[in-house]
C-alpha cells in the first residue's frame, strides 16, 4: 500500500477546509474548491486518480483526529443541500463513488495488516477509512446500506492497541446508523451484530460500552425488538449493584466493596448506559411487574454517589448523567438537585466531580439538540398534510425549566482556577442559549468575565455568544457591561497562581492589549453608550464608590489599554479624570486634615480656608500666606526654592499626626485611586501626543466631528503605576506602620495639597515661559507618581506637550504663543 507522496498538499487542505463556517465569500471559495478537488465524479477506469483522492481525504480526517470533523460534515451538508433540486447531481454521485472505493480500501488494508513491517500504517489507514466512511454516514447513512454486511465483521477484532478500539468504535457508529434503514436485513446477520455488541459491552471499557450499547439501542429498538435480549443484560449488572449496595449497608468497613471494585465501577457505568437508550418501564421490558424502574436505578445510583471512594462517585454521577437522558424529569427531584448545585458550588469539592456534573448537563443538552433537530427534519416532511403546530414544545419546555434550577451554579462555575471546569461550564452555556432556553441577559456579565480567559479557544467562544447577543437584543451588552468589567476582575483573581501578585488587566504580550478590549470594540460604535460606560468606570475610583484598590488598578489597565481609535476617546476620558480629581481630592485633603492633632502654639482662629490649611498642618503658613499673596512672576522664583522647606513642612505635619495611625492608612489606601487616575491621565496624555492645552480646551458637548480624527498612538509607552504595584506588593492596608512609612505617606498628602493648589494649569507667560503654577503642578504629578521616565510616569513641560500635539494632530483654535 502506498505512502502517500503529497503531505504539503494534506496540510493546506486543513488549513482550508478550517475555513468552512468563514465569512460567506471565504466558505464559497472552500466549498468550490473541495467540490472540485474531492466531490467531483472520477472516470470508472482511472483508479490511480481514485486511490489519489481517496489518500488525500483520508490522510486530511486523520490529520483532523485531535481538532474533530465538525468541518467535513458542514462541507458535505452544503455541498449536497446546494443540488438538492438540481436534477444532475455530482456530489451524490461523487459520494457513492468515494464511499465504494473507501470499503475496498479497508479491505486492502486489512490483508496487508500481517505484513508487520508497514502494520502501523495500515493500522493508521484502517483507522483514517473507517472514520471517513463513519462521517459520510452521518451525513447520508443510505450510502453505507450496501456495505453494512462487509462492515459487521470488525465487530470482532481483537483489541490490542489503540487503533483497534477505534475501529470497533467507528463500526458500531456506522452499523447504529445504517442497519434502521435496510430493508429486509437477515435474520443470522441481526442476531449476529446482537451477540457481538453484547460480547463487546461485557469484555471492554467505557468508550467501547458506550457505543456498543448505543448500537443495541438502535438495532433493538427500531429493527429486532429483541427486549428479552436486553433485560437479561440490565438484569445482570442491576442485580449486581444491588448485592453490593445492600452488603455495604450491612457493613460499611466490609472489604467486599474494594474487593469487587472493578465490577462495581463497570455496573454502575453500564447500568447507566443501558437506561439511556432502553425504557425499562416499558411493558416490553418488565412485564406485568408494579415496579418503577427508573425510581430504583436513581435509588441504586444516588446511594453511590454519596461513597467515600471518588471513582465510584464518579461512575455513579455518569450513570445518573446517561439516566438523565431517557428520563429528563429526574432532574427535578431533590436529592438530584442538592447533589448537583452542592457539587457546583462546593470551592472544596473535587475537580473531576465538578467536571462530570458539567458534562452531563453538556451531554443532555446537546442529545436534546439532535432531538429537536430530527423532529423538526420530521415536521418538515408532514407539514403540508398537518396542522400548523410546532414539534418539540415539550421537551425544550422540559429542558428550559431544567437549565433554570442549574444556571447559577454552572454561571459560578467560571471562578474556578482549573481551566477545565471553566471549559465545560461555558459549553453548557453556550448550548443554553444557542437553545434559547434562557433569557440571555442574566449571562451576559459572566461572558464578559469569560472573554478574559488566558485561553484564546475559551475567549473566543465567549465573544462570539456575545456577539450573537448583540446582533439578537441590541443594549443588552452596555447594559451589563460594568457588572461584566466587574466580575471578569473576579475571574482573574480566581485564575491568579500567585496571590502575592496583584491582578493586572491586560495581557502580559507584545500587545498588552486591555483584557476587556472586545467588550469595549463592541461598545464604542454607539457614543451615548460609551460614554456611559466610561463614565461608569471612571465613578469607580470616586473615594464614595470603596472600590478595593487591585480592583481600580485592574480597571485602570483596562482604560490605558484599550483600543481606542478617534482623540475624542482618550479626551473624554482625561476631561472626567480632571473632575474626579478635583472633587475626589479635596474630599481626601479634607478627611486627613480633620483627623490631625492640632498645634497649640498655632490654634488660632484662620481667617480663610486655606489660611486654616496651612495653620493646622504645614507648620509654615506665613510663608504660605506671602506666597499667595505675591503676583504670578515672584511666585515661580518662590517655588523653585520651596525644595529646602519640604522637610520643615514634612516634620510639621509629623507633629500633627495623632496616635492611632488608622486615617494614615485610610488616607495611603484612598488615595490610590486618584493616583491611578493621575497617572491614567499621564499614559494617555503621553501615549496619544496631547499637550495640556488641548486637554483643557476640549468640551464634550461640542460636534463629535471635532475630535474625529484617529489617534497618533506612540509605542513603548507603558502604563506602571510603581505606587500602586508597590502598595498593594507591601500589603500596607494590613502591616504595621513604620515612621518611615508614615513619613512617605505624609509626603504624599503634602504632594497632594500641592497639586490640588494648581489643579487647572494657567496660561503660558508672554514670553514663552512656563507659568509656575504649571511647574508646581508638574512637579507635584511627578512627585506622586514615583519619578521615573517623563516617558512612562511624569508630566512633560509644556513645550515637549505642544509639540506633542503638533506630532498628534491637534484641532483648530489652538492658542498663538
Same mark, same amino acid.
Given at each position: 500500500?502506498?505512502q ?10 486543513v488549513k ?7 465569512e460567506?465569500g471565504i ?7 473541495f467540490?472540485?478537488?474531492w466531490?467531483?465524479p472520477?472516470?470508472h477506469?482511472?483508479k490511480?486518480?481514485m486511490?489519489r ?7 486530511v480526517?486523520?490529520?483532523?483526529r485531535?481538532t474533530?470533523y ?5 462541507l458535505l ?10 436534477s ?9 463513488q468515494?464511499?465504494?472505493?473507501l470499503v ?5 488494508y486489512?490483508?496487508?495488516?500481517s505484513d508487520s ?8 489507514? %484502517?483507522?483514517?477509512c473507517?472514520t471517513?466512511?463513519?462521517l459520510?454516514s452521518?451525513i ?7 456495505h ?7 465487530l470482532?477484532?481483537k ?6 478500539f ?8 456506522i452499523l ?10 437477515s435474520?443470522t446477520?441481526?442476531?449476529?451484530i446482537?451477540?457481538?455488541?453484547m460480547k463487546?459491552?461485557?469484555k471492554?471499557?467505557m468508550?467501547?460500552v ?5 448500537c443495541l439501542?438502535?438495532v433493538?429498538?427500531k429493527?429486532?425488538q429483541?427486549?428479552?435480549?436486553v433485560?437479561?443484560?440490565f438484569n445482570?449488572?442491576?442485580?449486581a449493584l444491588?448485592k453490593?449496595?445492600?452488603q ?7 472489604t467486599?466493596?474494594?474487593?469487587n471494585?472493578p465490577a ?7 447500568v447507566?448506559?443501558l437506561?439511556?437508550?432502553f ?5 416490553d ?10 425510581d ?10 454519596k ?9 455513579a454521577?455518569i ?5 438523565f437522558?431517557?428520563h ?6 431533590q436529592?438530584?438537585?442538592?447533589l448537583y ?5 462546593d470551592?472544596n469539592c473535587?475537580?473531576n ?11 443532555? %443538552?446537546?442529545?436534546?439538540d439532535?432531538?429537536m433537530?430530527?423532529?423538526d427534519?420530521?415536521?418538515?416532511k408532514v407539514?403540508?398534510?398537518?396542522d400548523l ?6 421537551s425544550?419546555?422540559m ?6 434550577l ?12 482549573q481551566?477545565s471546569?471553566r ?9 443554553t ?15 464578559i ?13 465567549a ?9 439578537k437584543?441590541?443594549g443588552f451588552i452596555?447594559?451589563k457591561?460594568v ?9 482573574q483573581q480566581?485564575?491568579?497562581?500567585c ?5 493586572r ?14 467588550l469595549?470594540?463592541m461598545i ?11 463614565i461608569?468606570?471612571l465613578?469607580?475610583f470616586d ?8 480592583m481600580?488598578?485592574?480597571i ?5 489599554c484599550f483600543?481606542?481609535q478617534?482623540?475624542?476617546e482618550?479626551?473624554?476620558i ?6 474626579? %480629581?478635583?472633587v475626589?481630592?479635596?474630599n ?7 483627623s490631625?492633632?492640632?498645634d497649640k502654639?498655632k ?7 486655606e489660611e486654616?490649611e496651612?495653620?493646622s ?5 506665613s510663608e ?5 499673596s505675591?503676583?504670578r ?8 526654592d520651596?525644595?529646602s522647606?519640604?522637610e ?5 505635619v ?8 488608622a486615617?494614615l492608612?485610610?488616607?495611603a489606601?484612598v488615595s490610590?485611586?486618584?493616583l491611578l487616575?493621575l497617572m491614567?491621565?499621564?499614559?494617555l496624555?503621553?501615549l496619544?501626543g ?12 461640542e460636534?463629535?466631528?471635532?475630535y474625529d480624527?484617529a489617534i497618533?498612538?506612540k509605542?513603548?509607552v507603558?502604563?506602571h ?5 508597590d ?6 492596608a494590613n502591616s504595621?506602620?513604620t515612621e518611615?512609612?508614615?513619613?512617605s505617606i505624609?509626603?504624599?498628602y503634602l504632594d497632594?495639597?500641592?497639586l490640588m493648589?494648581?489643579?487647572d494649569p494657567?496660561e503660558?507667560?508672554e514670553?514663552g515661559e ?7 503642578r508638574?512637579k507635584?504629578i511627578?512627585?506622586?507618581l514615583?519619578?521615573?521616565?517623563p516617558k ?10 505642544s509639540?506633542?500635539?503638533d506630532?498628534g494632530?491637534g484641532?483648530?483654535?489652538v492658542r498663538?504663543?
Open positions: 500500500i502506498e502517500p507522496t503529497f503531505p504539503k498538499i494534506t496540510e493546506m487542505c482550508m477546509i478550517r475555513r468552512v463556517n468563514d460567506e466558505k464559497k471559495l472552500v466549498n468550490e474548491t467540490q472540485k478537488l466531490f467531483t472520477t472516470p477506469h482511472d490511480e486518480a486511490t483522492k481517496i489518500l488525500n481525504i483520508t490522510d480526517v486523520a490529520a483532523c485531535d474533530g465538525d468541518w467535513f460534515e458542514q451538508q452544503n455541498l449536497l443541500k446546494s443540488e438538492e433540486d438540481a444532475y447531481k455530482p456530489v451524490k454521485k461523487a459520494c457513492t468515494l464511499v465504494d472505493n475496498e480500501h479497508i479491505l486492502k486489512e490483508e496487508s495488516l513491517d508497514n502494520k502501523g500504517v495500515n493500522s493508521g489507514r %484502517l483507522v483514517a473507517i471517513t466512511l463513519f459520510f452521518k447520508r447513512p443510505q450510502l453505507m446500506v450496501k453494512a454486511m462487509t462492515m459487521q465483521p470488525y470482532t477484532t483489541c490490542s492497541t489503540q487503533n483497534d477505534m475501529v470497533i468504535c467507528n463500526v458500531a457508529k447504529e446508523l445504517v442497519v434502521p434503514l435496510m430493508e429486509h436485513p435474520e446477520f441481526l442476531a449476529t446482537e451477540e457481538d455488541l463487546l459491552i461485557i471492554y471499557g468508550t467501547v458506550q457505543h456498543c450499547v448505543s439501542g438502535a433493538v429498538n429493527v429486532t429483541n427486549y428479552k435480549f433485560w437479561a443484560c445482570r449488572y442491576y442485580g444491588s453490593l449496595k445492600n455495604h449497608q450491612e457493613d460499611p468497613n466490609s467486599i466493596l474494594t474487593a471494585k462495581l465501577l463497570r455496573s454502575l457505568f453500564t447507566g448506559a437506561c439511556r437508550h425504557d425499562f418501564d416499558q411493558e421490558f418488565k412485564g406485568n411487574s408494579k415496579v418503577n424502574i427508573k430504583k436505578v436513581l435509588e441504586l445510583l444516588m446511594y453511590f454517589t461513597h467515600s471512594d471518588e471513582e465510584v462517585q464518579t461512575k454521577i450513570g445518573l448523567g446517561f439516566a437522558i431517557q429528563p424529569s429526574l432532574m427535578f427531584e436529592e438530584v438537585k442538592t448545585n452542592s457539587i457546583l458550588s470551592k473535587s475537580v466531580l465538578k467536571i462530570q456534573v458539567l458534562k452531563n448537563l453538556q451531554t443532555y %443538552l446537546q442529545e436534546e439532535t432531538r433537530q430530527q423532529a427534519r420530521d415536521w418538515k407539514a403540508k398534510q398537518e403546530k410546532e414539534m418539540g414544545d415539550i425544550s419546555g429542558s428550559s425549566s431544567i437549565m433554570q442549574y444556571l447559577k451554579q454552572v454561571l459560578e462555575a467560571f471562578f474556578h482556577n481551566s471546569v471549559h465545560f461550564a461555558l459549553n453548557v452555556i453556550a448550548l442559549l444557542n437553545q434559547g432556553l434562557i433569557h440571555p441577559v442574566q449571562c451576559v456579565p459572566y461572558l468575565a469569560m472573554g478574559t480567559d488566558p485561553e484564546p479557544s475559551m475567549r473566543n467562544k465573544d462570539q455568544q456575545l456577539v450573537e447577543i448583540d446582533k437584543y441590541a452596555h447594559m457591561a457588572a461584566g468589567m466587574k466580575m471578569s476582575y473576579q475571574v480566581a485564575i491568579n497562581t496571590p502575592k501578585d496583584p491582578v488587566g491586560f495581557r502580559h504580550d507584545e500587545s498588552s492589549s486591555a483584557l476587556c478590549s472586545h469595549y470594540s464604542r460604535g454607539n457614543r451615548q453608550h460609551r460614554r456611559a460606560f466610561l461608569s468606570l465613578n469607580l473615594d464614595t464608590a470603596k472600590t478595593e484598590v487591585n481600580l488598578l485592574y485602570a489597565d483596562n482604560l490605558a483600543p481606542y478617534t482623540q475624542e482618550p479626551l473624554f482625561m476631561h472626567h479624570i480632571d473632575i474626579t %480629581l478635583s475626589s481630592g479635596s481626601l485633603l479634607q478627611s486627613f486634615k480633620e490631625m492633632v492640632k502654639k490654634d488660632r482662629k484662620p481667617s480663610s480656608e486654616s496651612s495653620d498642618n504645614s507648620g509654615s503658613g504660605s500666606e506671602a506666597e499667595a505675591k503676583p512672576r515672584l511666585r515661580k522664583r518662590v517655588d523653585s520651596s525644595d522647606d519640604e520643615n513642612d514634612i516634620n510639621a509629623m507633629k500633627c499626626l495623632p496616635e492611632n495611625s486615617p492608612i485610610e488616607f489606601n490610590q485611586g486618584i487616575l491614567l491621565k499621564q499614559h496624555k503621553n496619544c496631547f499637550s495640556d492645552s488641548k486637554i483643557q480646551k476640549y468640551s464634550p458637548s460636534s463629535a466631528k471635532v480624527k497618533n498612538r509605542t513603548g507603558h502604563f503605576p510603581k505606587q500602586t504595584l502598595f498593594l506588593r507591601s500589603d500596607m504595621k506602620i518611615e512609612v508614615k513619613r505624609v509626603k504624599q497632594f495639597k500641592l493648589e494648581h489643579l494657567d503660558e507667560e514670553d512656563v507659568s509656575a503654577s504649571t511647574n508646581a508638574n507635584a511627578t512627585s506622586l514615583g519619578g521615573g521616565s512612562n510616569n511624569a508630566a512633560e513641560t509644556e513645550d515637549d506637550e509639540d506633542g500635539e506630532r494632530g484641532t483648530s483654535g498663538r504663543r
